[in-house]
């Protein structure tokens, strides 16, 4: 069955510290997304990446890096993270622009 | 750019209750419909999708058509139940386009 995997599940950050989420995904799937989700709303799209050593911004990517460098990996670096940055991240993968996709179980991460 | 609308942002029913979830879409191409549900403490999970014009994507009793007409693909389901209760996002994908996801729909049933 298909997986992603994010690690680590739950984070707490200092302000002005360097912050890697990093997610694996299983499925065999070239597209791969990071979503933030802050607490009673929707999902925000970061960066996401259509093939490896390729990422593109998507719509708040201010504050985020990401990096893929294999078709399986895919992270999401905060060089220095801030408290608004406290949230729920979320990354998904999928076969492509009209595929649906494949969610991991998130990442609590919370910026003191 | 493309975007998607959820008109709902929360809805409250009770069981056996008939529900509907709109959501509207704006697109420049012809783009594939989704549906998500996402329970409390877990990612989303893909529910259905629809690809054309009229086409009806559905699971477990939820369903959904594609409607190019109104640029619509609501979520309909005859009777909820008290598991149904989760969160729903409409999404669009789109050829060489980032995903679009809805602000998503909070549905709570009582037994």
């Known amino acids: 069955e298909a997986a992603v995997t994010q690690s680590p599940r739950s984070k707490v950050a200092v302000t002005g510290g360097k912050v890697t989420l990093s997610c694996h995904q299983t499925n065999n799937h070239d597209y791969m997304y990071w979503y933030r989700q802050d607490t009673g709303h929707g999902l925000r799209l970061i960066h996401y990446?259509?093939?490896?050593?390729?990422?593109e911004k998507g719509d708040i990517p201010d504050g985020y890096k990401a990096s893929r460098p294999s078709q399986e990996n895919f992270s999401l670096i905060l060089e220095l993270a801030s408290l608004s940055q406290t949230a729920v991240y979320f990354c998904?993968?999928?076969?492509?622009?009209?595929?649906?996709?494949?969610f991991g179980p998130g990442t609590r991460l919370t910026v003191l | 750019g493309d975007s998607v609308t959820q008109t709902e942002g929360q809805v409250a029913l009770s069981e056996e209750d008939f529900l509907t979830i709109h959501c509207n879409y704006s697109a420049s191409g012809y783009p594939a419909l989704f549906w998500y549900v996402q329970y409390p403490g877990e990612g989303p999970q893909f529910l259905f999708r629809?690809?054309?014009?009229?086409e009806k994507g559905s699971s477990r009793g939820f369903e959904a058509t594609y409607d190019k007409g109104t640029t619509s693909f609501h979520l309909r389901k005859a009777s909820v139940q008290e598991s149904d209760s989760a969160v729903y996002y409409c999404a669009l994908g789109d050829n060489n386009n980032a995903p679009r996801f809805g602000a998503g729909t909070k549905l709570s049933v009582k037994p």
């Open positions: 629809a690809s054309r014009d009229k």
């Open positions: 990446s259509y093939v490896a050593d390729s990422t």
């Open positions: 998904a993968s999928s076969l492509g622009d009209y595929a649906e996709q494949f």
